[in-house]
């Protein structure tokens, strides 16, 4: 039965980790049984609903699996997705211990929590639904233009607000009460970020991703403009954008971008 755990459910995890495994605050404790590790991963997947799960220890290795899937696509995901979150976790101003990466493809939830405290473990989660409800919500449809679009984006608060960039880190659009230096960087990182998520052959292409840290969410979506230009759409709060609003959006700049390819 699929338990509710809210918006940090690294916090839960964790807390369970201990429970199973023993773990304690000492860096020196020795190795952790295989057994302690997959009766921890099963109750990953019965309580978040998800079918498969895997452990990463600090050096990256996949050190215990459920679920259906096979030891390629394991050592595929723990890769790809260690170097997309050593790039998304820089996007936090504030760095903390317990950090969630979620990427959507089609059909398909990915998320990688790093959970905090000593030793530092990654949970990788694969199922057809997010473990972070807040993301599952759908929202109505709007047009506007680029500051009216982002005006959206960014509402209804507690959103910081929402931009636009391309993969350059040229700013297209801003609305909300975020520190420029952030919104410069933000669309060479989160390029990054894709570039690593949809090299995971076994998923397919990425449609969005979310990064959860500081209490913060910053969701992101990218539309291709051309075949070597793309721009990379983000919002920011403690509050996450619905999935159906992001994907309303994604919809949207399409259209514009067809309407006028050249508007930037």
Known sequence: MTMFMGDSPGRVLRGALASFLGLSNQPDRPAYGLAGWERFLDFCRQTLGVD???????????IAHRGTLNTQVLEELA??????????????????????????????????????????????LVG??????????????????WNDLMRWAGDPPPAQGAFLVD???????????????????IGGRLSLVYEQTDRIKSMGRSSWLAVHHDQQWLVSV?????????????????????AGRIMDLKRVLRLKLKADPNAF
């Open 52 to 62: 498969s799960a895997f452990a990463v220890d600090p050096s990256g290795l996949v």
């Open 128 to 145: 057809a639904n997010p473990v972070h409800p807040a993301l599952v919500h759908p929202d109505s449809m709007l047009g506007g233009d």
């Open 79 to 124: 890769a790809r997705l260690g170097l997309a979150t050593t790039h998304a976790h820089r996007l936090a101003e504030q760095p903390e211990d317990e950090f969630a990466l979620v990427v959507r493809y089609r059909g398909k939830w990915l998320t990688m929590l790093r959970l905090a405290g000593e030793p530092v473990f990654k949970i990788g």
């Open 167 to 185: 993969n350059t880190g040229l700013v297209i659009a801003n609305h909300g009460h975020i520190d420029d230096l952030f919104v410069q960087g």
């Open 222 to 242: 990218r539309v291709k403009v051309s075949k070597s230009k793309q721009v990379v759409f983000a919002s920011r709060g403690p509050v996450p954008m619905h």
